[in-house]
């Protein structure tokens, strides 16, 4: 089997010990230690693998990190636990915060057993950075968060390797910034760079002010709807389908339930009426199953954009979208209304 095949079987396999796992030892022991062992660390070496690990000076003696890894007795990464249960935020990483000051560490991992965040150095030297630059949900593995995964097993790590893997990820959020930026406010130089591309006749103020709304509404129809950078990085979970399947049998009671399709983007998963993405029943945001979101579009409302305007709605369970069913039934009457 391939390191892929491997880490999607261990870690489905893995995530299914997740439930009533609530405190950070029982979660070390069958979460977080099996995973580093997947990863080819032995967590049986004291010399590899150290608990409770408190560095020599800078930091108070109560005050330790609960696992430090080793390498040819250099240390490597630290590693902070919280309960399975717990949904990772800023506040826990003041720990791993301190230790970057005062040791020689420059990966530092902050995890539930379940999501890793990964954590260095990179804008300021011995001073963690702010923001994770890699995060890895367990039940949620893509093609490229495996890759990353790569680099922090025992047989390839290399701190040179990482850091530069570090630096594209950089540039890949600025980038992406940058064109989100772009398609919600695209530039002068932009309209008159596709405008070119379209128009051969000469470009008037009326006329680019023409170019600039179409152009603005293309953008915004292609990358939010129907483009995506890599659709191999895409996975259609189980609770999105279980999501699909229940809003299709909601709607089913006003439309033909044929009507009702599915299709899976990065930040979300939609379902649309007559696979129209003018035509969105609910989104699914789904990447968090700790933080169930559902949107609706019952309002009819539009952004400045043209994009329908979204109600965010926090669930428990995947069933509880059927405490929603008006909405939905509402939604599929309208866009029928409109038709």
Same mark, same amino acid.
């Given at each position: 089997?391939?390191?892929?095949?491997?880490?999607?079987?261990?870690?489905? &396999?893995?995530?299914?010990?997740?439930?009533?796992?609530?405190?950070?030892?029982?979660?070390?022991?069958?979460?977080?230690?099996?995973?580093?062992?997947?990863?080819?660390?032995?967590?049986?070496?004291?010399?590899?693998?150290? &608990?409770?690990?408190? &560095?020599?000076?800078?930091?108070?003696?109560?005050? !330790?990190?609960?696992?430090?890894?080793?390498?040819?007795?250099?240390?490597?990464?630290?590693?902070?636990?919280?309960?399975?249960?717990?949904?990772?935020?800023?506040?826990?990483?003041?720990?791993?915060?301190?230790?970057?000051?005062?040791?020689?560490?420059?990966?530092?991992?902050?995890?539930?057993?379940?999501?890793?965040?990964?954590?260095?150095?990179?804008?300021?030297?011995?001073?963690?950075?702010?923001?994770?630059?890699?995060?890895?949900?367990?039940?949620?593995?893509?093609?490229?968060?495996?890759?990353?995964? $790569?680099?922090?097993? $025992?047989?390839?790590?290399?701190?040179?390797?990482?850091?530069?893997?570090?630096?594209?990820?950089?540039?890949?959020?600025?980038?992406?910034?940058?064109?989100?930026?772009?398609?919600?406010?695209?530039?002068?130089?932009?309209?008159?760079?596709?405008?070119? /591309?379209?128009?051969?006749? /000469?470009?008037?103020?009326?006329?680019? $002010?023409?170019?600039?709304?179409?152009?603005?509404?293309?953008?915004?129809?292609?990358?939010? @709807?129907?483009?995506?950078?890599?659709?191999?990085?895409?996975?259609?979970?189980?609770?999105?389908?279980?999501?699909?399947?229940?809003?299709?049998?909601?709607?089913?009671?006003?439309?033909?339930? @044929?009507?009702?399709?599915?299709?899976?983007?990065?930040?979300?998963?939609?379902?649309?009426?007559?696979?129209?993405?003018?035509?969105?029943?609910?989104?699914?945001?789904? @990447?968090?199953?700790?933080?169930?979101?559902? &949107?609706?579009?019952?309002?009819?409302? !539009?952004?400045?954009?043209?994009?329908?305007?979204?109600?965010?709605?926090?669930?428990?369970?995947?069933?509880?979208?059927?405490?929603?069913?008006? !909405?939905?039934?509402?939604?599929?009457?309208?866009?029928?209304?409109? $038709?």
């Amino acid at each position: 089997m391939t390191f892929e095949e491997e880490i999607v079987d261990f870690t489905n &396999a893995l995530v299914s010990k997740k439930r009533g796992i609530t405190t950070e030892e029982t979660n070390k022991i069958a979460l977080v230690l099996p995973f580093l062992r997947f990863l080819g660390y032995d967590i049986e070496n004291p010399q590899e693998l150290k &608990a409770e690990y408190s &560095a020599d000076v800078g930091v108070k003696k109560s005050e !330790k990190i609960d696992l430090a890894l080793f390498i040819e007795n250099e240390l490597k990464m630290l590693i902070e636990c919280k309960p399975a249960n717990v949904r990772l935020t800023s506040n826990h990483q003041d720990q791993l915060y301190r230790y970057f000051s005062v040791s020689e560490v420059k990966i530092g991992v902050l995890t539930n057993g379940i999501v890793y965040r990964f954590f260095t150095d990179y804008d300021n030297p011995s001073r963690m950075d702010d923001n994770p630059f890699l995060e890895v949900d367990l039940r949620n593995l893509t093609e490229s968060k495996i890759e990353s995964l $790569k680099l922090f097993t $025992k047989d390839n790590f290399s701190l040179e390797k990482i850091m530069e893997h570090v630096e594209e990820l950089k540039y890949r959020q600025m980038i992406h910034n940058a064109l989100l930026e772009e398609i919600n406010y695209p530039s002068d130089e932009l309209i008159h760079t596709i405008a070119k /591309k379209v128009y051969s006749g /000469k470009l008037t103020k009326p006329r680019i $002010k023409y170019f600039e709304k179409i152009i603005k509404e293309e953008l915004k129809d292609v990358f939010d @709807n129907d483009y995506e950078l890599d659709p191999s990085d895409i996975i259609t979970i189980g609770e999105e389908m279980e999501g699909f399947y229940i809003v299709r049998a909601i709607v089913s009671e006003v439309i033909n339930s @044929n009507r009702v399709s599915i299709r899976d983007r990065k930040s979300y998963c939609g379902i649309l009426l007559d696979d129209n993405h003018h035509y969105p029943i609910c989104r699914l945001y789904f @990447n968090d199953l700790d933080n169930l979101i559902v &949107a609706f579009f019952d309002s009819m409302q !539009k952004d400045k954009h043209g994009g329908r305007v979204e109600e965010r709605i926090v669930i428990n369970n995947v069933v509880d979208i059927y405490n929603y069913k008006e !909405k939905l039934l509402e939604t599929v009457k309208s866009y029928d209304k409109m $038709k």
